[in-house]
T-cell receptor, first 114, second 114 residues
Framework: ETGVTQSPTHLIKTRGQQVTLRCSSQSGHNTVSWYQQALGQGPQFIFQYYREEENGRGNFPPRFSGLQFPNYSSELNVNALELDDSALYLC???WGGGSNEKLFFGSGTQLSVL | GESVGLHLPTLSVQEGDNSIINCAYSNSASDYFIWYKQESGKGPQFIIDIRSNMDKRQGQRVTVLLNKTVKHLSLQIAATQPGDSAVYFCAENPPNFGNEKLTFGTGTRLTIIP
């Protein structure tokens, strides 16, 4: 196991609601990245947090937002949920600093929007 | 647009045989490539990586080959075992994404036949 933990593991919401997903990074890692993985697809980069600041964002609307805390854990918030937001949301941690460091993924949160 | 794709969505291999999973990438400026393995209900797990200044890298039972001329990446798994059954993703690190932000392909499902 990677040491990256995500909660909850499964979540069911209805369209228009808001959701918060949580991630604890692996010990010693200061960077957290969030990915969305639709069924049968590869993960898509949402955004990354490094030292509590957003450090890059993929092609996702502003209703996807995040936070990183001083202990490097992170939250992903999604407002005004849409049916297409149903997916596996993956958190990955790494040690930042400008080099290509390996990403260590958690097992994800499976979000279903009805 | 730039994308990472796979030639085959599924691959079945007899236990003990070697398997080869292929991946085409289109961003010629990408300088870092990674293979991930994803088992059912889990997040992607790092297998092996390669930088663009190399054309081959070997790990334990796995070899990654990079052909920059045709923008092709492959993962070779030797003496496949039932535990190798999973979805395999290649991922690239495009330069405009910065470090540690990856573009994943769709994935190839590898099934090991006992």
């Amino acid at each position: 196991e990677t040491g990256v933990t995500q909660s909850p593991t499964h979540l069911i919401k209805t369209r228009g609601q808001q959701v918060t997903l949580r991630c604890s990074s692996q010990s010693g890692h200061n960077t957290v990245s969030w990915y969305q993985q639709a069924l049968g697809q590869g993960p898509q980069f949402i955004f990354q947090y490094y030292r509590e600041e957003e450090n890059g964002r993929g092609n996702f609307p502003p209703r996807f937002s995040g936070l990183q805390f001083p202990n490097y854990s992170s939250e992903l918030n999604v407002n005004a949920l849409e049916l297409d937001d149903s997916a596996l949301y993956l958190c990955a941690s790494s040690w930042g600093g400008g080099s290509n460091e390996k990403l260590f993924f958690g097992s994800g949160t499976q979000l279903s929007v009805l | 647009g730039e994308s990472v794709g796979l030639h085959l969505p599924t691959l079945s291999v007899q236990e003990g045989d070697n398997s080869i999973i292929n991946c085409a990438y289109s961003n010629s400026a990408s300088d870092y490539f990674i293979w991930y393995k994803q088992e059912s209900g889990k997040g992607p797990q790092f297998i092996i990586d390669i930088r663009s200044n190399m054309d081959k890298r070997q790990g334990q039972r796995v070899t990654v080959l990079l052909n920059k001329t045709v923008k092709h990446l492959s993962l070779q798994i030797a003496a496949t075992q039932p535990g190798d059954s999973a979805v395999y993703f290649c991922a690239e690190n495009p330069p405009n994404f910065g470090n540690e932000k990856l573009t994943f392909g769709t994935g190839t499902r590898l099934t090991i036949i006992p």
